[in-house]
T-cell receptor
Framework: ETGVTQSPTHLIKTRGQQVTLRCSSQSGHNTVSWYQQALGQGPQFIFQYYREEENGRGNFPPRFSGLQFPNYSSELNVNALELDDSALYLC????????????FGPGTRLTVL | KNEVEQSPQNLTAQEGEFITINCSYSVGISALHWLQQHPGGGIVSLFMLSSGKKKHGRLIATINIQEKHSSLHITASHPRDSAVYICAVLPGNQFYFGTGTSLTVIP
């Protein structure tokens, strides 16, 4: 059984650029959630996907978008990057939409200059 | 105002001490999670609680649904317990996280 993996580990972009972050869920998990964690803060919920459909969204603008693929891997896309988008982006997979244990990936550290 | 408040924000303990981290929340929830985050970002889910108490090794988590309060206890603390401990609640399908408690255990 493989755990949750994310790529890339680190990324540096400039303001206005676009970025795609990737997450591979734990085997058998059909739900993936994405979180943004600014330095010194707790994670903030971005959105959740269940069986390729968005299943809830936090208070993030539309330039944050996502996809979940048939193999339950997922992407987070951020357009028109802003300096405040610099953060650790975490994905977590779980089995089902309910209050199940979530398994977190190691995160992608995004720096926007 | 945050939906989830943790205390203390920072905690330094001597090896072997008993540690308590508290979490209060203001929304109705279906579950509460305690997470551990090590330097570098990796997050591990320690417990998921909806009532009562759970124990895993030296870690004990309790929740009082009526008082909207949970505690995480670490018995016989060890330097490898040094990490940030985060409380997260699930009112629906969206998690609300506390800002974390940074624990340092000194040998």
């Amino acid at each position: 059984e493989t755990g949750v993996t994310q790529s890339p580990t680190h990324l540096i972009k400039t303001r206005g650029q676009q970025v795609t972050l990737r997450c591979s869920s734990q085997s058998g998990h059909n739900t993936v959630s994405w979180y943004q964690q600014a330095l010194g803060q707790g994670p903030q919920f971005i959105f959740q996907y269940y069986r390729e459909e968005e299943n809830g969204r936090g208070n993030f603008p539309p330039r944050f978008s996502g996809l979940q693929f048939p193999n339950y891997s997922s992407e987070l896309n951020v357009n028109a990057l802003e300096l405040d988008d610099s953060a650790l982006y975490l994905c977590a997979s779980s089995l089902g939409r309910g209050p199940d244990t979530q398994y977190f990936g190691p995160g992608t550290r995004l720096t926007v200059l | 105002k945050n939906e989830v408040e943790q205390s203390p924000q920072n905690l330094t303990a001597q090896e072997g001490e008993f540690i308590t981290i508290n979490c209060s929340y203001s929304v109705g929830i279906s579950a509460l999670h305690w997470l551990q985050q090590h330097p570098g970002g990796g997050i591990v889910s320690l417990f998921m609680l909806s009532s009562g108490k759970k124990k895993h090794g030296r870690l004990i988590a309790t929740i009082n649904i009526q008082e909207k309060h949970s505690s995480l206890h670490i018995t016989a603390s060890h330097p490898r317990d040094s990490a940030v401990y985060i409380c997260a609640v699930l009112p629906g399908n969206q998690f609300y996280f506390g800002t974390g408690t940074s624990l340092t255990v000194i040998p």
